[in-house]
């Protein structure tokens, strides 16, 4: 069993008037196996969080430490955190012109994997992960993320979380901007790959929808750069029925 632990995580960005503190002490522990929702309003740090374990260099970690079985993720590279079984699918994946999907996948996996697929074996794991997630074949030669769609994009995040297979995968708002059956789709995708492997999954999301498809194991409200309350499922119909208000008021009476 793995295990991601995030301690007192304190994380800045830079703005035109100074530092701006994000993350004011963020303490979560996922499991193998386990799926952790994040709710939480607009601008309440939950996109930091997701970037911060990814290691994008806007994201300045002041206090706290992350660790992947035991070991410190804040010390490593962004390459040496996708081989250390660390997977993030953004919430708006980036183009990239010029670089075919089915390079760009080949390249990321001999990298995380250590050694290049065996040719023979990758297409038919390509072409199978490609079928099971409704994606056209000829995609595999499209440039990455270059005129897709939105719903296209997020396919093809899960997509790499089904070839690279990571201990841990962050999910960062991935149902943003899909309709119902793109939404079927990618959860089914995500539930494909966590019922073969012992994957944990940190899945960030503003509305309940998505857990209709993807059971979490737990719901952690986040608010003002903390987690103001976990719980079960039952606290995610909670914030459907009622929404933050009694977590936004709350926040005030925390110290800064």
């Known amino acids: ?50 970037y911060s374990i990814a290691g994008h260099p806007k994201y300045q970690v002041t206090k706290g430490q992350v660790l992947l079985d035991g070991e410190d993720v804040l010390a490593m590279e962004v390459d040496e955190r996708a081989r250390a079984g660390l997977f993030l699918a953004m919430q708006y994946p980036v183009e990239v012109p010029g670089v075919s999907m089915s390079n760009f996948l080949r390249s990321a996996a001999t990298a995380t994997r250590g050694e290049a697929p065996k040719v023979r074996h990758w297409v038919k794991e390509v072409k199978g992960a490609m079928s099971d997630l409704e994606i056209d074949p000829a995609f595999a030669e499209r440039s990455v993320n270059e005129g897709f769609s939105g719903g296209e994009k997020k396919r093809h995040e899960v997509l790499q979380m089904a070839l690279l297979k990571p201990k841990f995968a962050v999910l960062d708002e991935t149902d943003s901007g899909l309709d119902v059956d793109a939404l079927r789709v990618v959860s089914k995708g995500v539930n494909d790959y966590k019922a073969a492997s012992d994957v944990g999954v940190l899945l960030i999301t503003h509305y309940t929808r998505i857990l209709r498809y993807i059971a979490p194991d737990k719901v952690h409200v986040f608010v003002n750069g903390r987690v103001a309350e976990s719980g079960g499922p039952e606290l995610a119909d909670e914030l459907e029925e009622n929404g933050y208000e009694r977590f936004i008021g709350a926040k005030e009476e925390q110290p800064a």
């Open 1 to 50: 069993m793995s295990t991601l632990e995030i301690r007192d995580l304190h994380v800045e960005v830079e703005t035109e008037s100074g530092p701006k503190e994000i993350l004011r002490g963020v303490d979560l522990t996922v499991s193998s196996n386990e799926t952790h929702a994040i709710m939480g309003p607009n601008g309440s740090g939950k996109s930091t969080l997701a």
